[in-house]
C-alpha cells in the first residue's frame, strides 16, 4: 500500500471516529430532553421500573389532556400559568435588555467617575446565589405588598438579569468601531440616529443574546417564584410542576407533560432567534 | 465651498492642555496638509474642525460661520476616516446613499447623486456589494464617495491612505489629487507622511506637539523651513543638522571640524553663537555627480570617507563621515564605492542652512 493510500485510510478512520464520538456526546446531552418527552408518555409504572424500560410498550396522550382538563378531572391551571409565565419573562426581559443597552452603551462609549468600581459591582451581584436572596427578597416584598403580583415578579426578574445583560451588551458595543457612530454624525446623524441606523443594527447579535438568556432565566426561574408566588394570579410553569406533588404521590408523568410544555415555546424562541445571533457583521467596517 | 478659518483653537482634556491656540487661515478650494510626528494635535485639531471634539478655546469658523457648538451634523463638512468607518450591514449603495437618506432626499435626487460619485469613483460594478466583500483600496474608494456624495463645503481626511499597502498607497494618492481637481472644494488632510503633504497639498501645516512651526507652500517648507524640526522632518532622507559654533567666519562642529560660515549668514550671526547647520543630502554631494545647475557660487570641497552606502538605482545614498558623524548625502549618476573609500565631497554652502541652536529658528530672515 502506497503512502497515499495509507494516509487516505487514517483520514477516512478518523472522519468516521469524530461522528461516532459527537453522536455518543450528542446522545449525553439530549437524552434528559428525550426522556422528559418519553416520560410524558407513558404510565408511572413504566417510568419507575427497575430496571428502566427503554422502549415504550405503551404510549398516550393521557397526561397532556388532563392537564387541560381542568381542576376536579386531574387538571391544574396549566392556561394561568402558561399566562403569567408569558407576561412576566417577557416584560422582565424588554425592561432588563432596555436597561442593559443603556448600561452596556454607557459602559463601551463614555469615561465617567467610578466607571470600573460600578461595573465590578454590577458583576459582584452575579456572584450571590439566587436562593441566598429569596429570603430577604421575600421581606421586601412582603412589606412592599407585592407577593403574588406580577409586578413583584418582574422587579425580581428585572434586578436578576441586568448585571448579566449589561455585560453582555457592553461586550459587543465595545465590537462595534467608534469610528462608526462618528462617520454617521458626520453623514448628518443625530446622537441618538447615529445610535438606532448604525450601532443598535451591529450589536444585534449580541441583544439578541442578552434576550434569550435573559428570558430564559426568567422562564426557567424556580427558587424565587416558588417564594413570591402564591396563587393562580402569578404563579409560574415551574412553581406550577409542584401542583402534581401530592403528600404521598408524585405524578411524574403529568410532571413531564408540563415539563414538555415549558420548553416547547423556550425551544421555539431560541430557534426563531438564533439566526440573529450570528456574530462577524461588523468584519469588513474598518480596515483592510 | 468655503473657507475655514481657526483662531486661538485651544484643546485640553483636563489639565492637559494638547494643542495651543492655533491660528490658520485656508482659503476657498484649497488643498491643505496638517502634517507631523504622532501626537502633534493634527487628529485633535481636524476632529475639533469636525467637531468631533468640544473645542477648549477659540474659534472655528466655516464659510464666515461660527461653528464651535454645532453638531458635526450641521457644519456641512464630511469627513474620510484612517479605518474608512464603512457601515458593515449597508452595500455600497447604501453606504454612498446614507446621507442623502438622513436628510430625506428624494429617490431620484438620491439614485443620481450615488449614480454620480459612483462614476467619479468608479464605484458601479460594486454597488450591490459589502464592505466586508471589498479590497481595501475599494473600501477606500467608498468612503471618499461617501464624502463627495453630500456635496460638503469641507473635505477632511484623516490618514486615510495609512492602512494601505505602498502601492495602492500612490495610487490611491493620485486619485484623490484628480478628486480635487473635480470637485474643486476645500481639503483639509490629516497625514504624518510628507510625500504625502508634499505631493497634494497647495499648503502645507507642520504641527509639533500642539502648535504650528510653518505654514507654507510644499516648495517654502523643503527650501525655506523656518524651524530646525521642519528642516528635520521635510525632505528624505532628511536634511543632515549638526550643533556648530561660529568661530573666525567659520563654524566649528563638536569635535573639531570646521565648515566656512554660508555668506548668507555672516550678517545674521556673531563670534561665539550656538549654532545648527543643515545641509540636505541634495545638497552635499560626490563632487561630480549632483545636481550641478553649474550656478554654484559657494561650494566647499574636502575629501571624507565613506562609511556605507545605500544603492537605489538610479542614485546612490552615500553615508560620509564628517566630525565624525555620518553625513547622508545623494549621488547621481551612481559609480560603485565601498566603505572605507576616500572620496571628494562638495558642500553646496549657499543652499546650506543655519539655525538658532536655542530656539531652533531659521536664522535666514
Partial sequence: MDENASARLIRRTLTVGHRVGLFLAMLVIC?????????????????????PVWIPQQLSFDAYVAMFSGIGKGGIPVLDYFRNSLIISVTSTVIAVAIGMAGGYAFARYRFRGKSGMFLGLMLTRTVPGIAMSLPLFFVCARLGI????FGMILAYVALNIPFTIWLIDGFFRQVPKDLAEAAQIDGCTRWQAFWQVEFPLARPGIASAAIFAFLTCWNEFALASQLT???NSKTLPVGLLDYTAEFTIDWRGMCALAVVMIIPALTLTYIVQKHLVGGLTSGAVKG | MATVSLKRLTKRYGNMEIVHGIDLDIADREFIALVGPSGCGKSTTLRMIAGLEDISGGNIDIGGRVVNDLPPRSRNISMVFQSYALYPHMTV????????????????????RVA????????????????????????????????????????????????????????MRTEIKKLHAKVKSTVIYVTHDQVEAMTLADRIVIMRSGYIEQVGTPDEVFSRPATRFVAGFIGSPPMNLHEATVSDGRLVFSRGDSLPLPGQFKSKTAAGDKVVFGIRPDDFYPTGHGLSSGGETEVHRLDLPVSITEPLGNETLVFAEFNGADWVSRMLNPKPLKAGDRIGMSFDLSRAH????????????
Fill in chain 2, 93 to 112: 449603495r447604501e453606504n454612498l446613499g446614507f446621507s442623502l437618506k438622513i436628510a430625506g432626499a428624494a429617490k431620484d435626487d438620491m439614485d443620481r
Fill in chain 2, 116 to 171: 454620480e460619485a459612483s462614476a467619479i469613483l468608479g464605484l458601479d460594478e460594486l454597488l450591490e456589494r459589502r464592505p466586508s466583500q471589498l479590497s481595501g483600496g475599494q473600501r477606500q474608494r467608498v468612503a471618499m464617495g461617501r464624502a463627495i456624495v453630500r456635496d460638503p463645503d469641507v473635505f477632511l481626511f484623516d490618514e486615510p491612505l495609512s492602512n494601505l499597502d505602498a502601492k495602492l498607497r500612490t495610487q
Fill in chain 1, 147 to 150: 407577593i403574588d403580583t406580577h
Fill in chain 1, 230 to 232: 402564591r396563587s393562580v
Fill in chain 2, 354 to 365: 543655519l539655525f538658532s541652536a536655542e530656539t531652533g529658528k531659521s536664522l535666514r530672515n
Fill in chain 1, 31 to 51: 437524552l434528559p430532553g428525550i426522556w422528559i418527552v418519553l416520560s410524558s408518555l407513558r404510565p408511572t409504572v413504566e417510568i419507575m421500573a427497575k430496571p
